[in-house]
């Protein structure tokens, strides 16, 4: 394989895991532009995600086992957003403080039940194929994930942009006090918002479980990953969150090409931090879209 064959095959490989890393961030944006939460326990959730997909795997199948992985993680999500943060929402540091908590909370939870020792899911025979790409044979259930990924992306924007639910999300997120002044229930907004995003970070985790080790630590550089993408693409801008996500995965992915895989890591990450000298505020400004509706 050619160099243009082998950059063209790692600039796919970035596109790929982009998609999963902007569902990643994508829930943690939407967390923090309709709650104005930094959620450090983002990562312990995709890994929890992962962690359930291995587990369900055996029992149910591996389809089933990803949709009950997200769905569990999101009411999980949910039930830390009443339990735990609910007290403390208005008080930004100690939301830091309680989320790194629950983050090593979750991880010595999974830890003591599921093991130090990394595990690995093995792919259902179905979608065990690959397809030539490349001069190579690239694995089918990549793709799959890729397509997945952008599906889910695609339904969150419909979900906010035409759906009521969404109108009412953007509200809170452009003005929490004209939207309590207008009647909205921010606390069934904030229950439903943090329980998405959550259910986000899950299924990344679960679809990125047959490719990785699954651990307890796993969602630990991911959610470093996560947040430089939302602070590069702009806290709040959930698209600017999605392309950042994708431009740090093709980055990442040719810089393998010259490097190894670790080092390509931390200088994708290294250059996509430098744009904040030019931008502070990120890549993208507009933040959420202003509601066209009230009614």
Same mark, same amino acid.
């Given at each position: 394989?050619?160099?243009?064959?082998?950059?063209?095959?790692?600039?796919?490989?970035?596109?790929?895991?982009?998609?999963?890393?902007?569902?990643?961030?994508?829930?943690?944006?939407?967390?923090?532009?309709?709650?104005?939460?930094?959620?450090?326990?983002?990562?312990?959730?995709?890994?929890?995600?992962?962690?359930?997909?291995?587990?369900?795997?055996?029992?149910?199948?591996?389809?089933?086992?990803?949709?009950?992985?997200?769905?569990?993680?999101?009411?999980?999500?949910?039930?830390?957003?009443?339990?735990?943060?609910?007290?403390?929402?208005?008080?930004?540091?100690?939301?830091?403080?309680?989320?790194?908590?629950?983050?090593?909370?979750?991880?010595?939870?999974?830890?003591?039940?599921?093991?130090?020792?990394?595990?690995?899911?093995?792919?259902?025979?179905?979608?065990?194929?690959?397809?030539?790409?490349?001069?190579?044979?690239?694995?089918?259930?990549?793709?799959?994930? *890729?397509?997945?990924?952008?599906?889910? *992306?695609?339904?969150?924007?419909?979900?906010?942009?035409?759906?009521?639910?969404?109108?009412?999300?953007?509200?809170?997120?452009?003005?929490?006090?004209?939207?309590?002044?207008?009647?909205?229930?921010?606390?069934?907004?904030?229950?439903?918002?943090?329980?998405?995003?959550?259910?986000?970070?899950?299924?990344?985790?679960?679809?990125?479980?047959?490719?990785?080790?699954?651990?307890?630590?796993?969602?630990?550089?991911?959610?470093?990953?996560?947040?430089?993408?939302?602070?590069?693409?702009?806290?709040?801008?959930?698209?600017?969150?999605?392309?950042?996500?994708?431009?740090?995965?093709?980055?990442?992915?040719?810089?393998?090409?010259?490097?190894?895989?670790?080092?390509?890591?931390?200088?994708?990450?290294?250059?996509?931090?430098?744009?904040?000298?030019?931008?502070?505020?990120?890549?993208?400004?507009?933040?959420?879209?202003?509601?066209?509706?009230?009614?």
């Amino acid at each position: 394989m050619g160099l243009g064959e082998h950059l063209a095959f790692q600039a796919l490989n970035g596109v790929v895991w982009g998609l999963i890393l902007s569902l990643m961030a994508l829930g943690l944006n939407l967390i923090y532009g309709v709650l104005k939460i930094i959620n450090v326990a983002h990562g312990g959730l995709y890994m929890l995600g992962a962690v359930l997909a291995w587990a369900l795997t055996p029992l149910l199948g591996f389809g089933p086992a990803l949709l009950l992985a997200a769905l569990a993680v999101g009411l999980l999500g949910m039930a830390l957003e009443v339990t735990v943060l609910r007290p403390v929402e208005d008080r930004p540091v100690m939301t830091i403080i309680v989320t790194f908590g629950l983050l090593l909370l979750l991880e010595h939870l999974v830890l003591l039940f599921f093991g130090g020792a990394p595990r690995s899911l093995p792919l259902p025979a179905v979608l065990s194929f690959s397809l030539p790409l490349f001069g190579l044979h690239y694995p089918g259930y990549r793709l799959i994930v *890729a397509l997945l990924a952008g599906l889910v *992306a695609g339904g969150l924007w419909l979900l906010l942009h035409r759906t009521r639910l969404g109108l009412k999300v953007r509200a809170v997120a452009q003005s929490r006090e004209l939207a309590l002044a207008l009647g909205l229930p921010l606390a069934k907004i904030y229950l439903v918002t943090f329980g998405l995003g959550a259910a986000l970070a899950g299924l990344a985790g679960a679809l990125t479980a047959p490719l990785v080790s699954v651990s307890y630590r796993m969602g630990d550089p991911v959610l470093v990953s996560a947040f430089v993408v939302v602070v590069v693409g702009g806290l709040g801008e959930l698209e600017g969150a999605a392309l950042a996500a994708i431009a740090l995965g093709v980055l990442e992915g040719l810089l393998a090409v010259w490097t190894s895989p670790t080092l390509a890591r931390v200088l994708a990450l290294a250059m996509m931090s430098l744009t904040l000298l030019a931008r502070p505020t990120g890549l993208f400004r507009r933040g959420l879209p202003e509601p066209e509706s009230w009614a």
